[in-house]
């Protein structure tokens, strides 16, 4: 999985050399993988000795770790902040997969890194916040869908959890092609995927 471009640094700490060099890490994790990039090609690509980076980061592996635990908690905050609103299900659904896909859209790599990566270390000891925090994200999402089944304003036929693997994968598998510079930004892919999702392909 390569996104085509995006913002190198990560969100919290993008002012910041530390946070230059966690974007760097990202952009090269996603498009190269995690156990082709050394320590050295993220240094030679942030213009400094290999052991300059040592000064910030104990390890390559720290700083896949940062990475993934900052993405994956400020997306959870934005979830449960949408959840906890008080809009009808099909509302806080709609502001859900808009998020989405600003995700996808500010930061790239980082929904790259845990597309390709978070099955692999998801079992380490260091990276249980992974395998967790997606839980949460997943509960989230069941609420807002069985909510909306409740009300009546979603199907009762279909499968919550069926519904939203399928929606969780198509939604974050398109990393692989969404352009951030192409000609449908992200607003408008989110809200044709959700036209395509409630009304299907065929006409009348």
């Given at each position: 999985?390569?996104?085509?471009?995006?913002?190198?640094?990560?969100?919290?700490?993008?002012g910041t050399?530390?946070?230059?060099?966690?974007?760097?890490?990202?952009?090269?994790?996603?498009?190269?993988?995690?156990?082709?990039?050394?320590?050295?090609?993220?240094?030679?690509?942030?213009?400094?000795?290999?052991?300059?980076?040592?000064?910030?980061?104990?390890?390559?592996?720290?700083?896949?770790?940062?990475?993934?635990?900052?993405?994956?908690?400020?997306?959870?905050?934005?979830?449960?902040?949408?959840?906890?609103?008080?809009?009808?299900?099909?509302e806080r659904?709609?502001?859900?997969?808009?998020?989405?896909?600003?995700?996808?859209?500010?930061?790239?790599?980082?929904?790259?890194?845990?597309?390709?990566?978070?099955?692999?270390?998801?079992?380490?000891?260091?990276?249980?916040?992974?395998?967790?925090?997606?839980?949460?994200?997943?509960?989230?999402?069941?609420?807002?869908?069985?909510?909306?089944?409740?009300?009546?304003?979603?199907?009762g036929d279909?499968?919550?959890?069926?519904?939203?693997?399928?929606?969780?994968?198509?939604?974050?598998?398109?990393?692989?092609?969404?352009?951030?510079?192409?000609?449908?930004?992200?607003?408008?892919?989110?809200?044709?995927?959700?036209?395509?999702?409630?009304?299907?392909?065929?006409?009348?």
């Amino acid at each position: 999985m390569t996104p085509r471009t995006g913002r190198a640094t990560t969100a919290k700490h993008g002012g910041t050399r530390r946070g230059e060099l966690l974007g760097i890490a990202a952009q090269l994790f996603a498009t190269r993988g995690y156990s082709q990039t050394t320590v050295r090609d993220i240094a030679d690509e942030a213009g400094i000795l290999s052991g300059s980076l040592y000064h910030h980061f104990a390890s390559k592996e720290d700083m896949l770790r940062e990475i993934l635990k900052e993405f994956m908690d400020d997306l959870l905050a934005a979830f449960a902040a949408i959840a906890a609103t008080d809009g009808t299900p099909r509302e806080r659904f709609d502001a859900l997969v808009h998020t989405s896909f600003a995700t996808i859209h500010e930061r790239p790599f980082a929904v790259a890194l845990y597309q390709n990566e978070s099955a692999v270390v998801g079992s380490l000891a260091d990276f249980e916040f992974v395998g967790k925090t997606s839980l949460k994200i997943e509960k989230l999402w069941l609420g807002v869908l069985q909510s909306g089944r409740e009300t009546g304003e979603f199907r009762g036929d279909l499968e919550t959890s069926l519904v939203y693997r399928f929606i969780r994968d198509t939604v974050w598998s398109s990393v692989r092609w969404y352009n951030p510079r192409g000609k449908l930004r992200h607003d408008v892919v989110a809200q044709q995927y959700l036209s395509m999702l409630y009304g299907g392909l065929l006409a009348g």
